[in-house]
């Protein structure tokens, strides 16, 4: 059984700086891309950052140059560091993993979310 549990949400003022942290557990292989998303409210669930198992990035145009995505192999986390965060920033963000348990096959994983709040 493999769970991703996120950490690191809040409420921040406009202009401030959150840190999300995702870590992957359970009977796990091996771990390919990493990735962040968000989902607002009466919106559709967005791509907000991936990371290969490489350290290769690709970031939505609406967060690139003030969010910056990294992962620790060694301990099957990734994280996102958000800066300069704005209003529209605001959703709910799931972290998600494509990854191989032992004895079963590539799939992906979603974590339950944690609420980012940019509000002054």
């Known amino acids: 059984q493999v769970q991703l549990v996120e950490s690191g949400g809040g409420l921040v003022q406009p202009g401030g700086s959150l840190r999300l942290s995702c870590a992957a557990s359970?009977?796990?292989?091996?771990?390919?891309?990493m990735g962040w998303y968000r989902q607002a409210p009466g919106k559709e669930r967005e791509l907000v950052a991936v990371?290969?198992?490489?350290?290769?990035?690709n970031y939505a145009d609406s967060v690139k140059g003030r969010f910056t995505i990294s992962r620790d192999n060694a301990k099957n986390t990734v994280f996102l560091q958000m800066n300069s965060l704005k209003p529209e920033d605001t959703s709910v963000y799931y972290c998600?993993?494509?990854?191989?348990?032992?004895?079963?096959?590539?799939?992906?994983?979603w974590g339950q979310g944690t609420q980012v709040t940019v509000s002054s």
């Open positions: 359970g009977s796990i292989f091996n771990i390919n891309d």
């Open positions: 998600k993993a494509e990854l191989l348990t032992y004895g079963g096959r590539w799939r992906d994983y």
């Open positions: 990371i290969t198992s490489g350290g290769r990035t």
